[in-house]
T-cell receptor
Framework: GQNIDQPTEMTATEGAIVQINCTYQTSGFNGLFWYQQHAGEAPTFLSYNVLDGLEEKGRFSSFLSRSKGYSYLLLKELQMKDSASYLCANMDSNYQLIWGAGTKLIIKP | GAVVSQHPSWVICKSGTSVKIECRSLDFQATTMFWYRQFPKQSLMLMATSNEGSKATYEQGVEKDKFLINHASLTLSTLTVTSAHPEDSSFYIC??????????????FGDGTRLSIL
């Protein structure tokens, strides 16, 4: 079967660093995506990993280990506006996105 | 680039009404668009994959006659919720990929349509 696991909710402090983990088991692999979704809004694309390693984009970085079926999204210098749900999605062999349930990130002052 | 426009943003209507939602790719051609539904505090659920010039592919459990999809051009797909009932109230979101740039492209989402059936 196809399965994407990520924590339901995480809390962090403004200015700190947080790591959101995602593990996956899917039929085929064509890349791992991270999206941000604010409450009541549609998801917006954050990052894409297809090779092992770390991809850095400003305050956000994403890591992938294909052998472990594992990815994480690292958010640095947290800001209040980073409070949102973060969705992990795996592109399977049919190039369809298989979505995780999302991790709700709560940022406290 | 890769902008997707979705209309309307919000619909409130009586039970039994049919509602049409439009999804447009503004600056790229999308041979494939995706329709999702999301209930409060739940994950995105893929309803169907909309293919330009052919029939949509529906996910298991999604009624084809209830949710009519038309993808008449490379930039427009429509979802019509026929004879909507309160249980159809949800957040409907479309997405598209610019496949001219290859298969490994992210899906870009419209802003979503919040449908409330009274």
């Amino acid at each position: 079967g196809q399965n994407i696991d990520q924590p339901t909710e995480m809390t962090a402090t403004e200015g700190a660093i947080v790591q959101i983990n995602c593990t996956y088991q899917t039929s085929g692999f064509n890349g791992l995506f991270w999206y941000q979704q604010h409450a009541g809004e549609a998801p917006t694309f954050l990052s894409y990993n297809v090779l092992d390693g770390l991809e850095e984009k400003g305050r956000f970085s994403s890591f992938l280990s294909r052998s472990k079926g594992y990815s994480y999204l690292l958010l640095k210098e947290l800001q209040m506006k980073d409070s949102a749900s973060y969705l992990c999605a795996n592109m399977d062999s049919n190039y369809q996105l298989i979505w995780g349930a999302g991790t709700k990130l709560i940022i406290k002052p | 680039g890769a902008v997707v426009s979705q209309h309307p943003s919000w619909v409130i209507c009586k039970s039994g009404t049919s509602v049409k939602i439009e999804c447009r790719s503004l600056d790229f051609q999308a041979t494939t668009m995706f329709w999702y539904r999301q209930f409060p505090k739940q994950s995105l659920m893929l309803m169907a994959t909309s293919n330009e010039g052919s029939k949509a592919t529906y996910e298991q459990g999604v009624e084809k006659d209830k949710f009519l999809i038309n993808h008449a051009s490379l930039t427009l797909s429509t979802l019509t919720v026929t004879s909507a009932h309160p249980e159809d109230s949800s957040f409907y979101i479309c997405s598209a990929r610019d496949l001219l740039k290859g298969d490994y492209q992210p899906q870009h989402f419209g802003d979503g349509t919040r449908l409330s059936i009274l």
